[in-house]
């Protein structure tokens, strides 16, 4: 088989604990997405490098209830599987179902309402035996004994049909979880991770005769880790998921992070990652070099590997929203409505985008790279807003990107006015941190009446971009024909996962917001706020 290059990560930015697998020629995969909707992205592959997204399991908000989900809350570590014509995707919604199966006849969807299963625990995965008996794993606490749980259930009702079993507590390191079963050669292979999801991440390895153990710990454990692998530039590797190619291969999909430069932070969320796994002749196996990968890879992929996409503008294909957008906690279409005729985004001005519940009137999508750089084009009512001296109703409008890690953590440029104004006060640009429990405006100016490009219907516009590399993101703006201006910046630092004052498992995202409540004469509009021209573009 002949050996082709690829690049690491196959599915760049925050798409994390990845599943995999494989119906003839086609591969299919889905990732974590915590609060964010639509939800467990879907993707077809028939290369195993270059992935598409074809749905989403969560994409009808009464699947889950999410309004209540803090931020890194939500859908946790899905597993596809396929069995005798359907596709079952198992998750935790840990912040209302628990443990629960959604189904499809095709991974294209409309997938199922989720079926709740009593069984505790996390990363639930589901395996399938050759006479069809199907096995039900999550990291779960036994009578007092941590470790991983097992269970015959119906994956359709997701009734339990048997005791739940404590079948494996790992090799001692802290978090055994995201449990993978298989069967390879008769016999029944335990696939777990350990060390938490962070830098001490580790991927372990088990057999037995039988699928409730007792279980042999593979001699070269661990089969993937970086915790000692300092200088490597991709660290954290781990809850992996293992598919055979068809062609005699064996391939690991899992999660791992891009650092910052000589700094254990990252940004851009755990990624997947894609490595061959090399099986030694007593059948362990382990992932990539002795269980240490690159970003620079090859192996005997199904075909050759593309270069990753790095020019994206809102497709609307058939009337559909591009797949890349997402929401906090759900869309709410009084806030956000997607116009199909000239690819606008249009807002109402919703909540401020710091409020931890709730919908907001901001439409994401993820940063996948570190060199890059997201810009809209902004028009807002810059003269039909009431001068309402009394009521102050014009304060904390705010309309503009943002770099989002999550409710506590974004950096933003903006229109915005601010406290109680008259017609006649200028709108202002302005950028603003929230960092933890800390929120500023770093730096404003006032945008000039000249710059403002009025038309006829009072909107008048201004440019965006946000400019990323390792160390900044840089935050600009023209209007009237003038060219760039840096507004503000950011430290990269600021947004990555490892400053967050709570457990957060997410990455940072691009988006258009509108916040505050402006006092409009007259009757308001539905959508008072447009985006045009969205566009994010990666550089080298
Ligand atoms: C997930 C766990 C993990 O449930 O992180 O890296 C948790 N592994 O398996 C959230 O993604």
């Known amino acids: 088989m002949k050996t082709l290059p690829y690049r690491n990560p196959v599915v760049p930015g925050f798409h994390p604990d990845p599943s995999v697998c494989r119906v003839g020629p086609d591969f299919y995969l889905v990732v974590s997405s915590f609060e964010f909707f639509p939800g467990l992205p879907v993707f077809h592959s028939t290369n195993l490098v270059n992935w598409e997204p074809i749905s989403f399991a969560w994409h009808r908000e009464s699947q889950f209830d999410m309004a209540g989900a803090g931020a890194s809350r939500g859908l946790f570590a899905p597993t596809i599987r396929f069995h005798a014509g359907e596709f079952f995707i198992t998750v935790t919604d840990v912040s209302g179902t628990g443990n629960c199966i959604l189904r499809s006849g095709t991974p294209y969807g409309p997938w199922s309402d989720p079926v709740p299963v009593a069984q505790g625990g996390i990363d639930p995965s589901l395996f399938f035996d050759d006479d069809g008996t199907a096995f039900f794993c999550t990291n779960a606490e036994v009578d007092g004994t941590t470790g991983i749980a097992l269970s015959v259930i119906n994956p359709v009702t997701g009734a339990l049909r048997s005791p ?67 200088s490597n530039p991709v660290q954290c590797t781990g809850h992996a998921d293992i598919v055979d190619d068809g062609a005699g291969n064996l391939w690991a999909v899992f999660l791992g992070v891009r650092t910052l430069p000589g700094v254990l932070l990252h940004n851009l969320g755990r990624e997947t990652f894609l490595s061959p796994v090399v099986q030694d002749a007593a059948g362990w196996f382990s992932i990539g070099n002795g269980g240490i990968v690159g970003l620079e890879m090859e192996g005997p992929l199904p075909g050759e590997a593309r270069p990753h996409t790095r020019d994206w503008k809102p497709s609307y294909i058939e009337g559909k929203r591009d797949p890349h957008w997402c929401f906090v906690r759900g869309f709410d279409a009084s806030l956000i409505h997607f116009d199909c005729t000239d690819a606008a985004v249009r807002l109402a001005f919703g909540p401020d985008i710091s409020t931890p519940s709730g919908l907001y009137a901001l439409a994401l999508r993820r940063q996948e790279g570190f060199l890059c750089e997201f810009s809209a084009r902004v028009e807002f009512p810059a003269r039909i807003y009431a001068a309402d001296e009394n009521s102050g109703k014009n304060s904390g409008v705010r309309a503009g990107l943002t770099a989002y890690y999550n409710d506590s953590y974004h950096y933003d440029i903006f229109v915005y006015r601010d406290g109680v104004c008259g017609t006649n006060d200028p709108w202002r640009l302005g950028v603003s941190k929230r960092i933890h429990d800390m929120e500023a405006v770093v730096a404003s100016v006032d945008l000039p009446e000249s710059l403002l490009q009025v038309g006829g219907s009072g909107l008048a516009a201004v440019d965006f971009r946000i400019r990323s590399d390792t160390e900044w993101y840089v935050f600009e703006w023209k209007a009237g024909g003038t060219g760039w201006a840096e507004l503000g910046r950011g430290k990269t630092a600021g947004l990555c996962t490892e400053g967050t004052y709570h457990m957060s498992f997410t990455g940072v995202l691009f988006g258009v917001f509108a916040s505050g409540s402006l006092n409009f004469f007259g009757s308001e509009p539905d959508y008072p706020v447009s985006f045009s021209d969205c566009a994010y573009t990666e550089r080298d």
Do not use: Q
């Not at 292979?189 to 039988?210: C, P």
């Open 164 to 230: 739940v079993r404590h079948i494996c507590a790992g090799t001692g390191g802290r978090w055994p979880e995201a449990p993978h079963l298989y069967k390879f050669d008769g016999l029944y292979y335990l696939m777990l991770a350990e060390g938490g999801t962070e830098y001490g991440h580790m991927e372990t390895l088990f057999r037995s005769e039988s699928p409730w153990g007792p279980y042999t710990p593979c001699p070269t454990n661990p089969v993937l880790s970086h915790r000692d692998a300092v």
